[in-house]
T-cell receptor, first 115, second 112 residues
Framework: ETGVTQSPTHLIKTRGQQVTLRCSSQ?????VSWYQQALGQGPQFIFQ???????GRGNFPPRFSGLQFPNYSSELNVNALELDDSALYLC??????????????FGPGTRLLVL | DAKTTQPPSMDCAEGRAANLPCNHS???????VYWYRQIHSQGPQYIIH???NNETNEMASLIITEDRKSSTLILPHATLRDTAVYYC?????????????FGKGTKLTVNP
């Protein structure tokens, strides 16, 4: 167990809807990264939050947005859902000191199905 | 970040050592080699990482060649629970966002 929790575990939405996924980081970690994993593929980096600020973004459209709260928990929001957004969404937390090796620890993921 | 190359699949007998290779011929001097594994539909699990020297922890050993162009993850006594997809990642820490770039990994099957 990594101490990283995600909710909900599973979710079903329809095209055009909006969804919010939540992540609680490991105690003491101030950095949260979000990844999308389509079936049969490796996880793809969406973005990272460090001390409540976005700190890098992957190749995802603006309808993917996020927040990090003062307690370092985080949300991933996806607007105007498309069928291709169906995937396992993973968050990972780390102690982001920025200049030294900081391992990312993953949560169990949220499985999103868009119909 | 350097690209890594891994075989798509490997088999290992239970109780034997599993040796998973990874090529990272374009790795730069400040890039670490990280290994994660993912058991079916769970979140990736951190295994081990290293820069130049060989590393060992309670889960595995990591052997990095002297020229750092390849590495091997060793699971000394594989069990059925080690069946998973193993990802080798070259990661640099430059004060910016440290994203993990996953490939397709190696599907390790441990057979009874």
């Amino acid at each position: 167990e990594t101490g990283v929790t995600q909710s909900p575990t599973h979710l079903i939405k329809t095209r055009g809807q909006q969804v919010t996924l939540r992540c609680s980081s490991q105690s003491g970690h101030n950095t949260v990264s979000w990844y999308q994993q389509a079936l049969g593929q490796g996880p793809q980096f969406i973005f990272q939050y460090y001390r409540e600020e976005e700190n890098g973004r992957g190749n995802f459209p603006p309808r993917f947005s996020g927040l990090q709260f003062p307690n370092y928990s985080s949300e991933l929001n996806v607007n105007a859902l498309e069928l291709d957004d169906s995937a396992l969404y993973l968050c990972a937390s780390s102690l982001g000191l920025g200049r030294s090796q900081e391992t990312q620890y993953f949560g169990p993921g949220t499985r999103l199905l868009v119909l | 970040d350097a690209k890594t190359t891994q075989p798509p699949s490997m088999d290992c007998a239970e109780g034997r050592a599993a040796n998973l290779p990874c090529n990272h011929s374009t790795i730069s001097g400040n890039e670490y080699v990280y290994w994660y594994r993912q058991i079916h539909s769970q979140g990736p699990q951190y295994i081990i990482h290293g820069l130049k020297n060989n590393e060992t922890n309670e889960m595995a050993s990591l052997i990095i060649t002297e020229d750092r162009k390849s590495s091997t993850l060793i699971l000394p006594h594989a069990t059925l629970r080690d069946t998973a997809v193993y990802y080798c990642i070259a990661l640099s820490f430059q004060g910016g966002s440290e994203k993990l770039v996953f490939g397709k990994g190696t599907k390790l099957t441990v057979n009874p």
